[in-house]
């Protein structure tokens, strides 16, 4: 299914192994990894199409566990959620039969497996079925489709354990001041400024920048210790968002990396950390942005996405909410590559 941004295979939970050392070496085998081109199976080459969703039924709803599937290394990685393809998985649940649908519109309530955190995903059933056409369009995805409207309940800290996981709104890293921030997804901000960039490169430009990329890739192991990570060379998270201000009308303008390429657009807990990021009065992104409401516009390489941040009277984060869109490309058999 593609979901939001990204695709990726989706699986009931029961037709994998159980062991999750036997679960990922099959999953290797049905991406296609390692290999730059995932010739010998089903991964589309890249971080964003290299991606799989396990689903189950709960009794209150489904659970939901995003693993990461490395193109060009042996790894899979269940260390961060992944927004975009939860919007696929209210609708495969509803097909598989784990959610009775309502007519009209069906609540998903889904566990995020990978942090303990929770979504509510509102998915079109006109007539008790799943409705993919529909007229919204989200950026970075040709065409339209029907929305899925996530409401994500709890997401401040929840892989870092608090939104702010080194307890500052700006930290001294590798020299540069950066914003560190989990709303949903590890995150380092970063200015264009200090980088000595504009901020609305190409992705083909910075990642060509090999200077870039190994100045980010400092950044990010300091920034990852700090936030509580550990050692993250072999780790997808934090990912690394630069910011500028903002182009075309928005809040801010971002570029991506997720960690070691560039995103062609932005990912939906990214982007929610984006938000939380940029209205801290003393962080890093403060004085490129002006005036924060509810909803704010992240512009990203292809667009803007749409993120809702509901807050209290004292600050604290109460809820993320995104619009997305997700439809099925095949459903079958697939043939596992060999085990060498």
């Not at 085998?29 to 010998?40: L, Y």
Request: include cysteine; proline fraction near 6%; aromatic fraction near 4%.
């Amino acid at each position: 299914m593609r979901g939001g941004t990204s695709k990726g295979a989706y699986f009931l939970a029961e037709e994998l192994p159980d062991d999750p050392r036997e679960r990922d070496d099959l999953l290797l085998r049905i991406m296609g990894s390692p290999d730059p081109r995932q010739i010998d199976g089903i991964g589309g080459a890249h971080p964003l199409t290299s991606k799989v969703a396990v689903v189950r039924r709960r009794e209150d709803g489904v659970g939901y566990l995003f693993l990461q599937v490395a193109v060009d290394s042996a790894s899979v990685s269940a260390k961060q959620n992944c927004g975009n393809l939860l919007a696929g998985v209210g609708p495969f649940a509803i097909e598989r039969g784990l959610v009775e649908p309502e007519d009209g519109t069906t609540r998903v309530p889904i566990a995020l497996e990978n942090t303990g955190g929770r979504a509510v995903a509102r998915v079109a059933t006109p007539g008790g079925r799943v409705e993919y056409d529909g007229e919204t369009r989200i950026d970075g995805v040709p065409g339209t489709a029907a929305a899925v409207v996530l409401d994500f309940l709890d997401t401040a800290g929840s892989s870092c354990g608090a939104l702010l996981p080194t307890g500052n709104e700006r930290d001294l890293v590798d020299g540069l001041w950066v914003t560190c921030v989990d709303n949903g997804m590890p995150t380092v901000l970063l200015r264009a400024a200090d980088l000595g960039l504009a901020g609305d490169e190409s992705v083909e430009e910075l990642e060509a920048d090999e200077r870039l990329r190994a100045r980010l890739e400092r950044v990010r192991s300091a920034a990852g210790r700090l936030m509580g990570l550990g050692e993250v060379r072999e780790t997808t998270v934090p990912k690394m968002t630069i910011l500028s201000p903002a182009r075309s009308g928005g809040t801010v303008t971002t570029r991506t990396f997720i960690p070691h390429r560039c995103h062609s657009s932005i990912g939906v807990l990214g982007a929610a950390s984006v938000a939380a990021g940029v209205r801290l009065p003393r962080g890093i992104a403060r004085d490129l942005v002006g005036e924060i409401g509810t909803r704010m516009s992240i512009e990203h390489p292809t667009g803007a996405f749409e993120v809702e941040l509901e807050v209290d009277e004292d600050g604290a984060i109460r809820r993320t909410g995104a619009v997305r869109t997700a439809r099925p490309i095949m459903d079958g058999v697939v043939f596992p590559r060999p085990r060498r």
